[in-house]
């Protein structure tokens, strides 16, 4: 994978952590109630879930490689048009970060369990990797190489926004729990989205 191409995925890949989701509500959530080392067991828990994804997703897009390369055209122009609906999406989003800090203190076998499936439940994962990836992926050169450099740098940038948020939450709550900058951080990230999705579709025109 040439060093262009993945500093540009590198840059996508953190758009995507930093994005609100329900393994940011899961982060935020623990580091108001748990505080950042007792949450670090949950990070590890999210990361295994979007590893599972990201196995899922790129053995997929492996196979359709090797059957179809206008399929695999066809799913990145489709992956570009998802990525601007995402964006429009987050933009118009108007639900909140409700955190709610709990009384019940969880073991951190729990914590991880409870984040493992947060991430496994969440088929948005999978969708958005799957629109993701062969933006990034040359079908010339091997598959195995450029999937795990993807999979191992998003893993990576995702742990580390998700203790990001903990840390910040554990020290900044009430300002992370505002509706009013919730809404400001949707319209951000609803448009970095579109911006992604404009520029793929133009590179591919």
Request: aromatic share 8%; net charge positive; with cysteine.
């Amino acid at each position: 994978m040439d060093m262009h191409v993945w500093l540009a995925y590198v840059v996508t890949a953190i758009v995507f952590s930093l994005a609100p989701g329900s393994g940011t509500v899961n982060s935020i959530s623990n580091g108001l109630s748990y505080g950042t080392k007792r949450s670090l067991a949950a990070i590890a828990g999210l990361q295994i879930g979007l590893a599972v994804h990201i196995v899922l997703v790129g053995a997929g897009i492996g196979a359709l490689v090797a059957q179809s390369a206008l399929a695999f055209t066809i799913i990145k122009w489709v992956g570009a048009a998802y990525l601007v609906w995402l964006g429009l999406q987050k933009w118009r989003d108007r639900s909140t970060l409700a955190t709610a800090q709990t009384v019940n203190q969880l073991s951190s076998m729990r914590l991880m369990r409870n984040a493992i499936l947060i991430n496994l439940t969440n088929p948005k994962s999978i969708v958005f990797l799957v629109a993701l990836f062969p933006q990034f992926i040359d079908p010339t050169k091997d598959q195995v190489t450029q999937i795990m450099v993807l999979g191992l740098t998003t893993v990576f940038i995702d742990a580390v926004v998700m203790l990001g948020y903990t840390s910040l939450a554990s020290q900044m709550g009430r300002f992370i729990r505002s509706d009013k900058i919730m809404s400001k951080i949707n319209k951000v990230f609803g448009s970095m989205f579109m911006g992604c999705g404009a520029l793929l579709a133009a590179a591919k025109a």
